[in-house]
């Protein structure tokens, strides 16, 4: 059974950072696409960063060059830096996984497996 499970949210001031790690179990991690998606109150989920099983990486314009998404497939563990965080990127962050290459990497339909989520909060 695939799980996925977030940490390091959290609260920090405008400009600050965090880094949330995503560990997965009872799959082949290095074959999965993986992503990060946040869903800040309410309104929609959104795609954040995506890296394929060949380590090529997709970014949402917002967060290029202050997000960096990577993954440590020894330790089965999808990462998100985020530097120079902003209020309004406030939001529940989840991880993302699918057992294969994917179209549209920052699409929430394409992947079927979900951690819970963490919090992440930025206040000004």
């Known amino acids: 059974q695939v799980q996925l499970e977030e940490s390091g949210g959290g609260s920090v001031q405008a400009g600050g950072s965090l880094r949330l790690s995503c560990v997965g179990s009872g799959y082949t991690y290095s074959t999965y696409s993986m992503a990060w998606f946040r869903q800040p109150p309410g309104k929609e989920r959104e795609g954040v960063a995506t890296?394929?099983?060949?380590?090529?990486?997709t970014y949402a314009g917002s967060v290029k060059g202050r997000f960096t998404i990577s993954s440590d497939n020894a330790k089965n563990t999808l990462y998100l830096q985020m530097n120079s965080l902003k209020p309004e990127e406030t939001a529940m962050y989840y991880c993302?996984?699918?057992?294969?290459?994917?179209?549209?990497?920052?699409?929430?339909?394409?992947?079927?497996?979900w951690g819970r989520g963490t919090q992440v909060t930025v206040s000004s």
């Open positions: 993302a996984a699918y057992p294969g290459p994917v179209v549209n990497g920052l699409a929430a339909w394409e992947y079927n497996y």
């Open positions: 890296i394929d099983s060949a380590g090529r990486t």
